[in-house]
């Protein structure tokens, strides 16, 4: 999954004595400058899910398992990848569940009757499929919504919560704040013009 965040800077310079400057806020010109913008949001993007990548791990600390990293990845720029036009800087980020710093997401299986939640720090970030490959037998218990395995004394191992759906709550902190990427954003434009200036 991803999203994306798009700042629409609209200019409109008509001052007698900056006439070169809004020639070269014009095209390409302007399309620089967007550029500049769409750089700094991704890199403090990057920087943003970098630094929370070590403490957001409450679903494999509760299982005592190993972190998935998809966090972590967002350091890359293959995975917050920025891009701009004349009109827009546009952060594009691609890790799973991204969309709920926005709002809140309701999950639902696609393929198959159920979503499998893990239960055990074995099942965690790990899909049924994977563990059958590894060996691993699986079944359900009974009538029950667990599907388990044979634990270290034959008794059943809960490993997953099959349910239809699950509901994600928002988490707007896993991204930069709107301000900051506001912030940001007009720090970026107005450096570029500065800088567009100096060379009219």
């Known amino acids: 999954?991803?999203?994306?965040?798009?700042?629409?800077?609209?200019?409109?310079?008509?001052?007698?004595?900056?006439?070169?400057?809004?020639?070269?806020?014009?095209?390409?010109?302007?399309?620089?400058?967007?550029?500049?913008?769409?750089?700094?949001?991704?890199?403090?993007?990057?920087?943003?899910?970098?630094?929370?990548?070590?403490?957001?791990?409450?679903?494999?600390?509760?299982?005592?398992?190993?972190?998935?990293?998809?966090?972590?990845?967002?350091?890359?720029?293959?995975?917050?990848?920025?891009?701009?036009?004349?009109?827009?800087?546009?952060?594009?980020?691609?890790?799973?569940?991204?969309?709920?710093?926005f709002r809140p997401l309701t999950i639902r299986p696609r393929d198959k009757q159920f979503l499998t939640i893990p239960l055990n720090a074995i099942a965690y970030n790990r899909s049924v499929g994977d563990l059958r490959r590894e060996g691993v037998p699986i079944f359900r218990l009974g009538k029950t919504k667990i599907l388990a395995t044979k634990g270290p004394d034959n008794k059943p191992l809960p490993l997953y919560a099959l349910a239809t759906q699950a509901m994600v709550p928002q988490d707007r902190e896993l991204l930069p704040s709107d301000e900051e990427y506001a912030e940001t954003a007009s720090g970026a434009f107005v450096a570029a013009i500065n800088t567009m200036r100096g060379q009219a």
Do not use: W
């Open 1 to 101: 999954m991803s999203t994306a965040q798009v700042i629409d800077f609209r200019t409109d310079i008509d001052t007698a004595g900056l006439d070169r400057l809004v020639a070269a806020m014009s095209g390409a010109g302007r399309q620089n400058a967007m550029g500049n913008v769409a750089k700094e949001m991704g890199m403090i993007t990057r920087l943003h899910l970098g630094a929370i990548a070590a403490r957001r791990h409450a679903t494999a600390t509760r299982l005592n398992a190993t972190p998935s990293g998809h966090l972590k990845q967002g350091e890359s720029a293959s995975v917050v990848k920025d891009a701009a036009t004349e009109d827009a800087a546009t952060v594009e980020i691609s890790i799973p569940g991204i969309r709920r710093a």
